[in-house]
């Protein structure tokens, strides 16, 4: 498979890991700005999000250099959810790079996990992220973690802001 030749390609040349990724980011956007920019209907479908990410297994993994190990965490039996394919994917692309950002040269974990959360009367967990609660129910968790360096204390409150960086700065 292509994830293949593109891993066995990237281990023995992991400086060139930042150029492929960055490729492969280019490309996805470059897909993405095809649709017309004023088309506001998004492609929404039934995903059960663990089979999803286990199909995509090989090209998330071909994402990550040899010296990063990716730990797929998959919950099994949990309720589908109704997005677009295309954005699930691009949005854990983006989390991916980020973690592995987060890593750099180093020897490091990144953990994808998917699992079911039950948000009670009290959200207090969530709105602290949000600024909006959640209402109360059974909701599907996706979330991405490493042993990085880790986010600033004096960022933490910004990460949901959509225009917020710490790249270039």
Known sequence: SRAALVRKLLR??????AGVLAAVT????????LRSPLKLDVIRE???MAAFISEDRSV??????????LELALEEGLPCIEASAEEMRQAITALLANAVEAIGGRRGR???????????????AFFRHTGQPLAPGDYISL??????SGIQ???????FDPFFTTKFV
Do not use: C
């Open 26 to 33: 280019t490309a996805l956007f470059a897909h993405m700005a």
């Open 143 to 148: 979330e991405v973690s490493d042993d990085g």
């Open 153 to 159: 204390a004096q960022n933490l409150s910004k990460i």
């Open 60 to 69: 998330l993994e071909a994402a990550v250099p040899a010296h990063v190990t």
């Open 12 to 17: 023995p040349r992991v400086l060139a890991y």
């Open 110 to 124: 990144i953990r994808l996990a998917v699992s079911g959360r039950r948000v009670e009367d009290a959200d207090t």
């Open 46 to 48: 039934t995903i059960d």
